[in-house]
């Protein structure tokens, strides 16, 4: 069984800092690429930011020179570093990864975590 288990989130000022961190763990063959989304109250959930394997990456606009994703192959992890906060960044954020259960899979199962709140004070 396979869970995505996110930390970091928590209540910021404006123009403050967090660092969002999410480990796949239990049993699979590889993780494929990996993403952060959030969602706000009363909205859809976006996509934030993602990264592949080999470290290319991709942002939403709103986040581009303010965030970075990152990941730590050998650990399973993917990291969300957020500057420059404001309070349009407050919102649950999701980890998301696709992952292979074992190496004779045909594709990928895609697998969400358990969200964690960010909060950004004015």
């Known amino acids: 069984q396979v869970q995505l288990v996110e930390s970091g989130g928590g209540l910021v000022q404006a123009g403050g800092s967090l660092r969002l961190s999410c480990v796949a763990r239990?049993?699979?063959?590889?993780?494929?690429?990996m993403a952060w989304y959030r969602q706000a109250p009363g909205k859809q959930r976006d996509l934030v930011a993602r990264?592949?394997?080999?470290?290319?990456?991709d942002y939403e606009d709103s986040v581009k020179g303010r965030f970075t994703i990152s990941r730590d192959n050998a650990k399973n992890t993917v990291y969300l570093q957020m500057d420059s906060l404001t309070p349009e960044d407050t919102a649950v954020y999701y980890c998301?990864?696709?992952?292979?259960?074992?190496?004779?899979?045909?594709?990928?199962?895609?697998?969400w975590g358990q969200g964690t709140q960010v909060t950004v004070s004015s």
């Open positions: 998301n990864a696709l992952i292979w259960p074992a190496r004779t899979t045909i594709r990928p199962n895609g697998y």
């Open positions: 239990g049993s699979f063959y590889d993780v494929n690429a």
């Open positions: 990264i592949t394997v080999s470290g290319t990456t």
